[in-house]
């Protein structure tokens, strides 16, 4: 059974960071993309950025150039760095994976930033 564990959320001022994790554990076999969404009380889920197998990576343009996406195949983690934090950028933090044949989902982590 596979499992996407996230960690590293909580609450900031806001110009500060956070680096999230999400680590996946079980058979997870061929992982292909690896993305951060969240999804703030009252909006749609929407996706933060997202790297694939060979680390390419897109973001979406509210994060540009503040947040960071990388990959660690070996451990099967993925994180997101999170710097010039604003408070629009409170949500919970979901990670998904996407394998050869699946696609999952993390329980989520809350990124609360502060004014």
């Known amino acids: 059974q596979v499992q996407l564990v996230e960690s590293g959320g909580g609450l900031v001022q806001a110009g500060g960071s956070l680096r999230l994790s999400c680590a996946a554990s079980g058979s997870v076999g061929s992982i292909r993309i690896m993305a951060w969404y969240r999804q703030a009380p009252g909006k749609q889920r929407e996706l933060v950025a997202g790297?694939?197998?060979?680390?390419?990576?897109n973001y979406a343009d509210s994060v540009k150039g503040r947040f960071t996406i990388s990959r660690d195949n070996a451990k099967n983690t993925v994180y997101l760095q999170m710097n010039s934090l604003k408070t629009e950028d409170t949500a919970v933090y979901y990670c998904?994976?996407?394998?050869?044949?699946?696609?999952?989902w993390g329980q989520g982590t809350q990124v609360t930033v502060s004014s």
């Open positions: 790297i694939t197998a060979g680390s390419i990576t």
């Open positions: 998904k994976m996407i394998t050869s044949g699946s696609l999952y």
